[in-house]
């Protein structure tokens, strides 16, 4: 079944303000809500629906992405934007939609926190952006590329908790290991109970006394990995791909965050791309042009051969079907086309220059051009139609 437009889903104009858009998913994360609506299937897609809409149109990146390839440029490598969005991934956006001690903390009891065990709260790593250049070539075939990234890793000394050791943890006295403190208010309506991220532990539950001497307590050093990523096949430049998790890695464990794909095409000397086509000029003497005969002519896949038929006139176009790029996560691909150019010598021997001479004053050697022929812009529309 197909996706429903993002902006469709949460009620709101293409144009919408980031303050828009986040009010509009808070209004159907409320509504939708499973605690809300126990049982209820269909609550819960909408739910799941209206939350992979947020993250999508949140994110300066992926909205841009979605707004230039629509659905088809949010695939790609580890993306929640394909959909795989679970539970947890969708709570992890309330504390920028509600804050902390959002109503669901407060009158449906669920923790809307990206929370490890017993309610504390993980930290996200930060992501990263690197730029991936391809050829036309790849981008026909798709590619496995191996990124070499400089990037924050987890500690290796203490495993990224940021402790010298085991004894060097202290359960929190503020929370006493909640993560989280509770607080009652008195108002006209009665008692009012909210709960926030401790402000003692951060959230963990936890503190240290005796920092690892590695990374001085932050849990992290920096560090590189070699990434591999596979590329689809009709990707375009400025498109953005997303691999989950391979970002920076947090302070103090936690979750990394995600590494940024941006494509940069490489321009081809010889072939040029217009959308899915593909455009390439053939130089041919005027005798192969008057005769006919056959040429061999790059394409992204190779060589292939092309018959030129006799009295082929300059400015024709002809085309390859399905020589061109294929479109993203679909099976449709463009078509090569070859545009003839008949090329005029700038220098002549006598003996040419002779020959010449007398096929000037041949009948068939007068131009006699067709009628219906109105000019090259006439043709190129008539071909595109």
Known sequence: MAKRDYYEVLGVGRNAAADEIKKAYRQMAIKFHPDKNPGNKEAEDKFKEA?????????????????????????????????????????????????????????????????????????????????????LQEIATGVEKKLKVNKQIS?????????KDKASFKTCGTCGGAGQVRKV???????????????????????????????????????????????????????????????NAPERGGIPGDLIILIEEIEDPILKRDGNNIIYDLYMNFADAALGTQVEIPTVTGKVKLKIDA????????????????????????DQLVQVNVWTPKKLSSEEKALLEKLREAENFSPKPDKNDHGFFDRMKEFFN
């Not at 920028?96 to 009891?109: L, Y």
């Not at 500690?155 to 402790?163: F, H, I």
């Not at 401790?198 to 990374?215: A, D, H, K, L, R």
């Open 51 to 135: 939350a992979e809409a947020y993250e999508i149109l949140s994110d300066a990146d992926k909205k841009a992405r979605y707004d230039r390839f629509g659905h088809q440029g949010m695939g790609g490598a580890g993306s929640h934007g394909g959909g795989g969005m679970n539970m947890d991934d969708i709570f992890s956006q309330f504390g920028d939609v509600f804050g902390d001690g959002h109503p669901f903390e407060s009158f449906f009891g669920g923790g809307g926190q990206r929370r490890g065990g017993g309610g504390r709260r993980q930290r996200v790593g930060t992501n990263l952006r690197v730029k991936v250049k391809l050829t």
């Open 155 to 163: 500690c290796s000394t203490c495993g990224g908790n940021g402790a």
């Open 185 to 247: 208010t008195q108002t006209f309506l009665g008692q009012m109970a909210t709960t926030s991220t401790c402000p003692t532990c951060n959230g963990e539950g936890n503190v240290v006394t005796s920092s690892c001497s590695s990374c001085r307590g932050s849990g992290r050093m920096e560090g590189e990995e070699i990434i591999t990523v596979n590329i689809p096949a009709g990707v375009a430049d400025g498109m953005q791909l997303s691999m989950s998790g391979k970002g």
């Open 311 to 334: 009295g082929t006139q300059a400015g024709k176009i002809l085309r390859l079907r399905g020589k061109g790029l294929p479109e993203l996560n679909s099976g449709y691909s463009g």
